[in-house]
């Protein structure tokens, strides 16, 4: 279980330019939630992944992970639980090394590492066979720099680097934004499938409300660096877009302010 306590992260605190990013944030995600997570530029979504990350240390509050508070760790010590990927399909993988080294060293996150043969035969069978399930051909280019495929391919590729030794928790930070609508839905497909087949309990942050409302278990949205509505169970299966943004205008006393939002 992934549990925040009155979360504050605060920017340029003390100067002209001082920003309350996350305003005394509390929420509780169970083991295998999957958490799609809207609201306006400048909500705090992005700065509550990286809090829960470990990239941004909070002001006041508490983050606890499986019963452990990792609130003061930084963010390599909980790299091993936290598995991330971002908007650009190029921060997820090591694009000068190969399909098969990408694959083996995400196949030892967490684990101590030594000087011995990272590769062998055996693991390259693992490697296709976990390929295969992506259907885009990989399997047979383990020997390809990743810098050569496609960004829908790396992005697929970091999607299941992620399983291969699963995490407590996956955070999604606009992970299909930057690809072209096929493949972007090719790659929420695969999402949605890696996701719920491991179990793995998953925080995605999206502009797209069909998306929210559609993928994963629960909904919340962000406001001014506050949580303003959390949905789930058979109000969110029966909401519609139209429905959610109305209701994030009566929560909010305002717009919708980012035309991205009413994407469909």
């Known amino acids: 279980m992934l549990e925040l306590h009155e979360i504050t992260k605060i920017f340029n605190k003390g100067s002209v330019n001082e920003k309350i990013a996350l305003d005394n944030i509390s929420l509780k995600v169970p083991p295998g939630d999957f958490i799609t997570i809207i609201g306006g530029n400048g909500?705090?979504?992005s700065t509550l992944l990286n809090c829960v990350a470990g990239v941004f240390p909070v002001e006041r509050g508490k983050?606890?992970?499986?019963?452990?508070?990792?609130?003061?760790?930084?963010d390599y010590r909980r790299a091993g639980d936290i598995a991330r990927i971002f908007q650009d399909p190029m921060m997820g993988t090591a694009g000068s090394m190969t399909v098969e080294e990408n694959?083996?060293?995400?196949?030892?996150r967490g684990q101590k590492r030594g000087l011995v043969r990272g590769i062998n035969e055996s693991r390259r069978q693992f490697f296709r066979e976990k390929l295969l399930l992506l259907q885009l051909g990989l399997e047979n280019r383990l020997g390809v720099p990743v810098m050569?495929?496609?960004g829908g391919q790396r992005q697929a590729l970091t999607l299941l680097m992620t399983t291969l030794v699963q995490p407590r928790l996956v955070l999604l930070d606009e992970h299909t934004a930057s690809l072209?609508?096929?493949?972007?839905?090719?790659?929420?497909e695969l999402t949605r499938e890696l996701v719920e087949k491991n179990k793995i309990t998953t925080l995605m942050v999206t502009h797209n409300m069909e998306q929210a409302l559609r993928v994963g278990n629960r909904t919340i949205m962000m406001h001014e660096g506050k949580i303003i509505l959390d949905i789930k169970g058979e109000q969110r299966e029966k909401m519609t877009v139209a429905e959610l943004i109305d209701m994030f205008r009566d929560v909010s006393g305002g717009q919708v302010q980012s035309d991205r939002m009413l994407l469909t």
């Open 148 to 150: 050569l495929l496609s």
């Open 63 to 74: 983050i606890s992970l499986n019963g452990e508070d990792v609130t003061a760790l930084p």
């Open 103 to 108: 694959m083996a060293l995400a196949l030892k």
């Open 43 to 45: 909500a705090g979504k």
């Open 180 to 188: 072209d609508p096929k493949t972007a839905l090719k790659v929420l």
